[in-house]
């Protein structure tokens, strides 16, 4: 089966204090989502470049299991991101967002793409979002992330998407926006409120929360001795999540829980190393290595 994955495919240049900055860098949520995915199974993705997006990204999602047919490359510029981070890298702040050739588009699936199982919305525009998943004929399940740009920039459409999203993966700072509450459980509950069933919350280094209706769950991140770069991580584990999922067809509430340790373990290797380096390095033995570290992590024997 597959995973549809839509999303910004962007150049990115991301300052981190100390360390300097790293100029016109691949980046953007469906290209981290697409190389995660597609370490599980087929991927079908759909976005749009400029003439500027390096080839040799294009060729490396094809090599993993991506097809990139749903791919537009259109007259002008790549979408661009610059943010800085702060200096412990726990959070960020957007200095600038081009949308360029973002701004006219209109996302049209191939035929191909319209039964896929499994529908990743990364973070973009939510109406665009919409209009994805407007062409997909009847997904099993559907994922959407999103950001603080749209959740002030386009509350609206946003709100107007969230019922149709079985999904919703978010982190902590944005959840606590979108839902107007503080505690992480109060959290959960006010978003299911608002149309998804699952909302997962990522807490960065401190691990990631599954509100699956009435069960909660939750994962540690997996502990990294050197976060070099967190741009992607949530990409990261959103594509390894719905990778995972599809991959083995299981859409139980165990298959959840055993997905978001998936997520949290790619991510992991993700922020190792600057921009998409880190996943596209990754294979499934050292997700699966960082899988059974994750059991240990969490295991106490009982003396009883
Ligand atoms: P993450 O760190 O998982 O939130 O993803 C970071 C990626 O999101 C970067 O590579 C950016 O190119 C991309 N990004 C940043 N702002 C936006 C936005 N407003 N819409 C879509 N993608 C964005």
Redesign the pocket.
């Known amino acids: 089966m597959s995973v549809l994955v839509v ?2 495919m ?1 150049i ?1 240049t991301v300052e981190f204090a100390g360390t300097g900055e790293r100029r016109e860098v691949v ?3 469906a ?2 989502a697409s190389m995660a995915a597609g370490l599980y199974t087929d991927v079908r993705m759909v976005g749009v470049v400029g003439k500027d997006f390096p080839t040799a990204t294009l060729d490396a999602l094809k090599q993993r299991r991506v097809d990139t047919t749903g791919v537009q490359v259109a007259e002008g510029e790549t ?1 661009r ?1 610059h ?1 800085r981070y702060s200096p412990d890298l726990s959070s960020r702040e ?1 200095l600038a ?1 081009h949308l360029n050739v973002f701004e006219h588009f209109r996302p049209t699936l191939p035929e191909s793409y319209r039964d896929s199982r499994v529908v990743l919305l ?3 525009h939510p109406t665009l979002q919409a209009e994805v998943l407007d062409q997909a004929k009847s997904p099993q399940l559907v994922a959407a992330d999103t ?1 603080n ?2 959740i002030h920039g386009t509350p609206k459409e946003l709100h107007a998407l969230l019922p149709r999203v079985g999904l919703l993966i978010i ?1 902590e700072e944005e959840a606590r926006d979108l839902s107007g509450q503080r505690s992480v459980v109060r959290v959960g509950r006010a978003l299911q409120a608002l149309g998804p069933r699952r909302i997962v919350v990522k807490q960065g280094e401190y691990g990631a929360w599954l509100f699956d209706g009435d069960e909660v769950f939750h994962a540690p991140a997996y502990p990294v001795e050197q976060v070099v770069d ?7 584990f959103a594509g390894a999540m719905l990778g995972y999922l599809d991959a083995y067809g299981d859409f139980s509430p165990s298959a959840f829980r055993r997905a978001v340790v998936h997520g949290s373990a790619l991510a992991s290797l993700c922020v190792e190393h600057y921009g998409t380096d880190g996943v596209h390095g990754a294979t499934r033995d050292r997700v699966g290595a960082r899988v059974r570290a994750f059991a240990r992590l969490v295991h106490a024997e009982h003396d009883e």
Not at 230 to 236: I, V
């Open positions: 999303g910004s962007a990115d980046g953007g949520s290209t981290f979408f991101w943010g957007s967002t990364g973070n973009i950001m740009f749209w982190n967190p741009t992607g991580a949530g990409d990261t």
